[in-house]
């Protein structure tokens, strides 16, 4: 007798697949936007890794109409105050960097102008690492198949998880460290005043003991 047979049973996608299909998918990054008003500085921070590229793209709306000399400066400075990028009457343009070590960077703009103007529009669009580089720029100048590309891709970017995991291990090591170095404080302090207490103690007895003698309280 033989069996039931139908059409054979369809398996979902191995987590490999998935995961690699992940990392191959293009990573979207969304932009920035805020208003603006006249006179006013807003700035945005941000934690770089050392060694990676910055890129960005900026776009400042003007609905003033021109009125009342209204500009806006861009400036891009690192946690020492050394200017990465600077841009007099900005309205729209590109930038981009390397960072040396690993820090906090600051992009800031700033609006000048007199009279009632309406806040102006600013839209900043910025990408790091593996993000920021042009892989079809890299295909043209190293003539790579759209495969090599994409496996170039994945290796950058297991590249840059790699080197996360190693700072963040760092990070961890360097806390541990920290903590271990504040229980030893911590005891030594404890120790301390424990001698300081029972010295103290030692001594209001002897003091005490001699002033009750001194007024013949005591033999």
């Not at 820090?103 to 700033?110: P, R, S």
Request: hydrophobic residues 40%; contains cysteine.
């Amino acid at each position: 007798m033989s069996g039931l047979s139908g059409p054979p049973a369809q398996r979902g996608p191995s987590p490999l697949a998935v995961l690699v299909l992940f990392l191959l998918g293009p990573s979207s990054v969304l932009a920035i936007s805020f208003h603006l008003p006249v006179n006013s500085r807003k700035c945005l921070r941000e934690e770089i890794h050392k060694d990676l590229l910055v890129t960005g793209a900026y776009e400042i709306t003007d609905q003033s109409g021109g009125a009342g000399g209204l500009r806006t400066h861009l400036k891009i400075t690192d946690s020492a105050g050394h200017i990465l990028y600077s841009k007099e009457d900005a309205t729209k343009g590109k930038f981009a960097f390397t960072t040396e070590d690993y820090d906090m960077f600051e992009v800031c703009f700033e609006s000048k102008g007199t009279g009632r103007i309406p806040d102006q529009l600013v839209i900043l669009d910025m990408k790091h690492g593996v993000e920021a580089k042009n892989y079809e720029e890299i295909a043209k100048v190293e003539k790579l198949k759209p495969l090599e590309v994409e496996l170039r891709r994945l290796e950058d970017l297991s590249e840059s998880i790699v080197n996360d995991f190693a700072y963040m291990k760092k990070r961890e090591e360097e806390m541990r460290d920290t903590n271990e170095s504040t229980n030893t404080r911590v005891l030594y302090f404890s120790i301390f005043s424990m001698f300081c207490l029972i010295g103290l103690a030692t001594w209001q007895v002897f003091y005490l003991r001699r002033f009750f003698k001194a007024k013949k309280l005591i033999e």
